[in-house]
């Protein structure tokens, strides 16, 4: 199971780091990402990354705010967010075997999708 955390209460224009790590088993597949889902809403894409070489895929509400990153030897994946809006708030959540190629993920809905971290933005 993936275990995302760093999540927390922050103002608008501030920053976060998330963390995630799998308990138990290493990353599989190609690509790894962030996912988000708000209140009463569907479950978003936010990033991806390609595990090999590290090539990255943001979805364009948060390209040039959030930036994704690995650490192969430490088999983690992290997610940077800086520049917090409102509109952030949510439970994110990070997911591995993403399929190639790299790209907007907005249609995938295959679980399990393990334990979120909670990101609160006040204005």
């Known amino acids: 199971q993936l275990q995302a955390c760093g999540g927390g209460l922050v103002q608008a224009g501030g920053s976060l780091r998330l963390s995630c790590a799998p308990s138990?088993?290493?990353?599989?597949?190609?690509?790894m990402g962030w996912f988000r889902q708000a209140p009463g809403k569907e479950r978003e894409f936010v990033a991806a990354?390609?595990?090999?070489?590290?090539?990255?895929y943001y979805a364009d509400s948060v390209k040039g705010r959030f930036t994704i990153s690995r650490r192969t030897a430490e088999h983690a994946i992290y997610l940077q967010m800086n520049d917090l809006k409102p509109e952030d708030t949510a439970v994110y959540y990070c997911?591995?075997?993403?399929?190639?190629?790299?790209?907007?993920?907005?249609?995938?809905?295959?679980?399990?999708w393990g334990q979120g971290t909670l990101v609160t933005v006040s204005s």
């Open positions: 997911k591995d075997e993403l399929p190639y190629p790299l790209r907007d993920y907005s249609d995938y809905t295959r679980g399990p």
């Open positions: 138990g088993r290493t990353f599989r597949g190609y690509g």
């Open positions: 990354i390609e595990w090999r070489i590290g090539l990255t």
